[in-house]
């Protein structure tokens, strides 16, 4: 919204912003304003624990959306930013739209910090979409090659105001975890050897006969998908 409005006062000033200019600029930054609106009232509703609004949800888009917020800054700090998906078309997940792309988003954000402080290694940041059959779900992971996750403070990058960064408010992990345990997975950290670290999480593929109740009754307790289910 920053950009937009200061990219058209300064066509303005410079006396080169006509209306069929102006008129898509703006247009877009109304777009955002409401997005973003979306973005604050989902998260609000979430840390007073009402539930997610879970649906059948198009990966696919919520993924694209994510990387194309996340591209300026990559480029900003000269990062690249890979999206590797599973041959074929993605099922639909059942699955909170807006929460699930702002955990995608705070990961990435994490994934390019992580980047950034390395000494050494490639400046890539890679997010991955796997096929899990057995379990009926979708992997979606972030790989680094930062500096990795010393064993000491594994742990307590979950517990809330607990950060690694100066201006770190220690929030961002401890809600993207809570917001995965509502979707009946976990988020894990694991090494990304040689050097770096994966943050990754499960999402259950669309299943009418089941989730279709889960969306009509919100109150009904959440189905759990379990690895030795048919």
């Not at 979430?46 to 996340?70: C, E, G, W, Y």
């Not at 991955?128 to 990795?148: F, N, P």
């Not at 408010?169 to 509502?182: A, F, H, P, T």
């Amino acid at each position: 919204i920053s950009n937009y409005s200061m990219g058209s006062v300064s066509r303005i000033k410079a006396g080169k912003a006509g209306v069929e200019e102006l008129l898509p600029v703006l247009e877009k930054t109304t777009q955002q304003a409401l997005r973003a609106g979306n973005v604050i009232r989902r998260i609000r509703e979430f840390v007073k624990r009402k539930a997610p609004d879970r649906k059948a949800l198009q990966l696919s888009r919520t993924l694209d959306d994510a990387i194309a917020f996340a591209e300026m800054d990559a480029r900003n700090r000269n990062i690249h930013l890979e999206l590797s998906l599973p041959e074929g078309p993605l099922p639909d997940v059942f699955a909170d739209p807006i929460l699930i792309e702002q955990v995608i988003l705070n990961l990435l954000k994490n994934a390019m910090d992580a980047t950034v402080t390395a000494r050494s290694g490639p400046r890539r940041v890679r997010l991955e979409v796997e096929r899990d059959e057995h379990t009926r779900s979708l992997r979606i992971s972030v790989r680094d090659h930062g500096c990795g996750i010393p064993d000491e403070i594994r742990d307590k990058l979950f517990e809330p105001f607990f950060s690694t960064k100066t201006e770190g408010m220690g929030m961002g992990l401890n809600i993207c975890r809570s917001i995965i345990e509502y979707h009946d997975s976990r988020l894990e950290i694991l090494p990304n050897l040689p050097q770096g670290s994966v943050f990754q999480f499960t999402l259950p593929i669309w299943q009418a006969d089941i989730h279709q109740t889960r969306t009509e009754n919100p109150n009904e307790p959440v189905h759990t998908i379990h690895a030795n289910t048919p």
